[in-house]
């Protein structure tokens, strides 16, 4: 099987936007990159009921992030919804993770399109350099949401679902992978979170579905 690419760059909306294996876009006009489903604290909430999963699910997502800022030299982040997994998840050692992130990246624009998890966090730890806003925030030619929008309004950028893509094999086998889901005048991101559980989707034959490996990102 031939290497599979590690990105693949598609026109909408008369730009281009990058897919990224790593469960980003990347918008190379703009500097800007876009991530949904982050859920921090996730770990530690599994923690406070006593489920200790052994699992470093803050820090390691705080640096796969760091590294794809540093990586594209993006000037701004958008967060599509669901920044904080919950309020317990906040825990002495969360804070302090999120407020040494947020000082190592203060030269980051960062804007937090609040999700249905972040809503029930009372005082949502943000950084200086953090704007918080409600859905649809417009970042022309795009309107960025947390829940899917597939209106014909304009051209939507969304997150929620945390979608996978089913494939079966001749044998009967069946592997479930993240992916982006395009439809007309949307795409849906993958979660960023590797830590969530999966929606398969039901794409229909208008629609782009690009799953994701650990060798890189393919159209299915």
């Avoid at 190592?104 to 998890?117: E, Q, S």
């Avoid at 979660?191 to 060798?215: N, P």
Wanted: charged share 15%.
């Amino acid at each position: 099987m031939s290497q599979l690419p590690d990105a693949i760059t598609i026109a909408v909306a008369n730009t281009r936007l990058t897919l990224l294996p790593q469960r980003a876009i990347w918008w190379a006009e703009q500097k800007t990159l876009f991530v949904a489903d982050v859920h921090l604290g996730k770990d530690a909430t599994f923690g406070q009921i006593h489920l200790h999963l052994e699992n470093r699910q803050t820090a390691d997502t705080l640096h796969r992030l760091t590294h794809l800022i540093h990586t594209y030299n993006a000037e701004k982040l958008v967060i599509l919804g669901d920044w904080i997994h919950a309020e317990r998840g906040l825990t002495q050692t969360t804070i302090q993770q999120l407020n040494d992130w947020y000082d190592a990246h203060r030269a980051v624009k960062i804007t937090l399109v609040m999700g249905n998890h972040d809503s029930r966090i009372r005082n949502l730890p943000a950084g200086e350099n953090m704007a918080i806003v409600g859905e649809p925030y417009a970042l022309a030619p795009f309107n960025c949401w947390h829940h899917p929008h597939n209106a014909s309004d304009g051209y939507h950028l969304c997150g929620h679902l945390h979608p996978n893509i089913a494939l079966r094999g001749k044998g009967r086998q069946q592997l479930t992978l993240p992916c982006f889901w395009q439809q007309a005048n949307s795409i849906i991101l993958p979660a960023f979170t590797t830590f969530s559980g999966k929606v398969a989707i039901r794409a229909s034959a208008s629609d782009h579905v690009y799953a994701l490996t650990e060798q890189g990102i393919i159209r299915v």
